[in-house]
């Protein structure tokens, strides 16, 4: 049917024309966006496949950046930790100065660098965060992304708790000395170190000791005055210091607090009552536990042999009783006069009533009487040396404290160097995961080039033949004009 009233042709050329056209505009923006999916039309399911992987990118990205910081932060600690390492080998090297008994310098000295050393560790552990209960003393956690899970996401540096703490309470440092081992005073309660404490204010304290001067039994009184204002801790050690030195004694605080008295000499000590002010020690006495030594029956003034017998020789003493004239005080220097040679020696006991046998070496001693010095005939008993009380005890306990204080900050240095390993993997993985996810976004989102110049060559086609054909379709109504004519 030939009309002019609606024109079929020139409609279908139109919206063709209109289909081409839209073609080549989203052509067009493909090529100069670069992105295949510009708006949610284009693919929206492929989009929002794509926005999944972008964001999964975005959060590998920043997981990186997380882990590389983590593995920085966990690097500097590891520098930390092998200065502490290069510290605990100098506090070994003093330590073991300190532990042999042919040392001649001032013990207190070395202790002095030594204590100096055991708070620089504390320092430095807390500016590294691994001091107890520090800023990285604990569970540590990088969110790295890219798994299945948020557990998997994440990768764990445990460095809680006091094993993975090196600071010199964590690492066992913190109440050991290589100053001079002391015996410690039976009985007494009374701490020195309590921080701004003094003591005598006002007063006075002495502490009786029955020792060894020139090969011979002698007693010494020690005393301490607080002065008006009393006595530091340190003061007070350095009083008692200054009179015992010539005798080979020295004083100390021990770990717990309280007064030690320690060296070769043989002694026995008393505490005197204090004459007001705060005391030193409570009542209290003491056998120099830092060398051989036994302990005889209070003395009866009975007539007996004593042997002594060592590694230099034997000694033979033959004591009298009462009525040939023996008395505690002869009793002593008899003994002394024929055991000094073998370097054994007899010293009132702390109660002043019996004698106390002691010598630097190991030594035997026997009576053929029973209830005259000692309680017993026969062979007595010789303690040894106390582990706490000798010399170089302090010195020991610290070799062997550093050494396991070395131990354990080699597993946390294992731990550390563990952690910047695992990160360092999850960061690997996550360097191939952005690649990889990139690259299937990419397939998804980006624009095919070729594919797109190819499309847009075939729009501008179809709609130039859409112009031409509506041209034509416009043109044909004029047909009937013809008819009319």
Known sequence: MITFQTNYASMVAENNLNTNNNFQTSTVEALTSGYRINNSGDDPAGLAVANQYRDEVSQLTQGVQNGNNGVSTLQII????NNISTMLDRLQTLATESATTTFTGDRDNINVEYQQLVSQISQQASTIGLNTGGTF??????FIGGGNSLTNSQVEV??????????????GLTNTTVAAG??????NQTRLDAPGATFLAGGSQGFAFNLISNNAATTFTATVNGGANGLT????????DSQLSPYGITAQVGGDGQIQFGGGTPFTVNTLPPGGGSEIAGPSDATNAGIYNTVGNAW????ENLTFQNGQGTATVALPNAAGGGTL??????????TSAIGVYAVMDAAGTGISFQSANSFTASTDTAGGVFTNAGAQTVNAPSSTASTTSNALAAVTAIQTALSQLGKVQAAVGAGENKLQYAIDLANSQITN?????????????ATEAANLTKSQVLEQASVAAMAQANSAPQAVLKLLG
Do not use: F, Y
């Open 78 to 81: 590891d520098g930390g930790l």
């Open 137 to 142: 003393n604990v569970q540590n956690q990088v």
């Open 158 to 171: 445990d460095l809680s708790g006091s094993a993975n703490a090196v600071d010199s309470t964590a690492l």
């Open 182 to 187: 002391g015996t410690e005073l039976a009985g």
């Open 233 to 240: 801790e340190a003061q007070v050690v350095s009083s008692l």
């Open 300 to 303: 009866a003034a009975k007539a």
């Open 329 to 338: 005080t002869s009793d002593i220097a008899a003994i002394n006069a024929k």
């Open 437 to 449: 996810v990139s690259s299937a976004e990419s397939n998804i989102r980006d624009a095919d080039v």
